[in-house]
Each structure stands twice: as C-alpha cells, then as structure tokens.
C-alpha cells in the first residue's frame, strides 16, 4: 500500500470534497480518499501495482480539479 498527497486549485464549496472522494474511490486499486478543503490537499491510499500516482493526478484533472505543480 502506497499514499500519496496531492494539492489541488483551490476548492470552492464542501460539496467539493464529496465529488473528488466519490471520483478517485472508484478507481480500482484506491483504498482511501480525504480531503482537506482548508488546505486543498487530497490524501490516497492505493495500490500501486493496480493505480499510479499519474493515474490519480488524471482522474482530478478529470473531475475539474488539477493538481499543483
């Protein structure tokens, strides 16, 4: 089990949290997703050998949530 913490744009609403939580746990090979909204910052927990941290900086772009370089 590898993690990983990511910093986003900034958030905007709370509902924020719940769109990227519910969009990165589907992602096989994700076991954990937290949020937090105050610094931006997304905490995974995966499974390297299924999901890469590439992956994960995708799927956020994808939800309309890019990661800071």
């Known amino acids: 089990m590898s993690t990983v913490t990511l910093t986003t744009v900034p958030l905007t609403c ?10 990165l746990a589907r992602r ?3 076991d954990a997703v937290k949020v937090r909204f105050a610094s931006n910052a997304v905490r995974v927990e995966y499974d390297p050998g299924k ?10 772009d994808a939800l309309g949530y890019p990661v800071r370089k």
Do not use: H, K, M, Q
């Open 14 to 23: 709370p509902s924020c949290i719940a769109t990227i939580e519910r969009g």
């Open 28 to 30: 096989p090979g994700v």
């Open 51 to 60: 999901v890469t941290r590439d992956d994960l900086v995708a799927d956020l």
